[in-house]
């Protein structure tokens, strides 16, 4: 009973933040966003370090991670060969449906409201949305990118490569590629730095959904927003629990719900006055 009375009274005191951002959002005129695995969980692909993490429940693929990017650069041929190019949980990627978030931004994107979405997640699942301008900071996983020449191919094309465990070469310059997702100690790609960057820089309103602000140097862009823009953009979190940027005054303020009815609920006031 208590719970559902701090639940029914958090909701209440919600609802001016969630009639500001409305508002912030139809009076912007370049709002992005910036999405974690917060937008994800809610599509039922597990985190990593929680609970029922993937790495909570094996090690094994946690150490994997770790690894892969060293191996590709000593063995390129061995890290294909042992499976490090194929993340544990390819299969359900393939299988996840977009949630209410993901919905609600790519809604937000056709109405003209929000013009980017720069996403840690590599599930791919803003694109199954239907948003189209989405910088994927940390890869795809349905994807396989080339170090040397940057070209990106979808999985499917290298299928039989993939399963036989040969080598993949890129049809471009010949070198072997690897899994578009950006592994420990792997830089992160130049043009996906320079787009994100060009991004911030454009923004005057910045939606923070689901992320806990702790993986560098994707957590650094809110603040490298606050540093170029000052006062002239919008920093909004949306997420179940206050992160650093709330701690450290760089968001204006905070959404505490999750991302999925906090985002529709955003999207239909917008609607509303449409």
Request: glycine share 6%.
């Amino acid at each position: 009973m208590k719970d559902n009375i701090k639940f029914q009274l958090l909701r209440i005191f919600m609802q001016p933040l969630l009639e500001k951002a409305a508002s912030q959002l139809r009076d912007s005129k370049y709002a992005i966003a910036l999405t974690g695995a917060g937008m994800s969980t809610e599509s039922k692909i597990p985190d990593y370090r929680g609970p029922n993490g993937i790495w909570t429940k094996n090690p094994d693929a946690e150490k994997m991670s770790y690894e892969a990017y060293e191996v590709f650069m000593k063995n390129p041929v061995r890290y294909w060969e042992k499976g490090y190019g194929t993340h544990i949980l390819q299969d359900l990627f393939k299988k996840a449906v977009p949630n209410k978030g993901h919905n609600a931004l790519a809604r937000m994107e056709k109405l003209g409201m929000l013009s980017a979405v720069i996403t840690q997640n590599i599930d791919g699942l803003h694109l199954k949305a239907g948003s189209h301008n989405v910088i994927e900071y940390h890869g795809n996983a349905s994807k396989l990118r080339c170090i040397k020449c940057g070209s990106r191919y979808s999985r499917i094309d290298y299928i039989d490569e993939i399963s036989s465990k040969n080598a993949v070469r890129c049809k471009k310059c010949g070198a072997i590629v690897k899994s578009d997702i950006v592994n420990f100690g792997e830089p992160i790609p130049s043009d996906i730095l320079d787009l994100s960057i060009a991004e911030i820089k454009r923004s005057d309103l910045i939606l923070v959904c689901g992320t806990s602000a702790c993986v560098y140097p994707f957590a650094a862009l809110p603040s490298i927003a606050r540093k170029i823009k000052g006062n002239g953009v919008k920093i909004i979190e949306i997420n179940i629990e206050k992160t650093t940027l709330t701690k450290e005054g760089i968001s204006d303020y905070i959404i505490l719900e999750k991302t999925g009815n906090t985002l529709e609920n955003i999207l239909n006031k917008l609607e509303e006055k449409i």
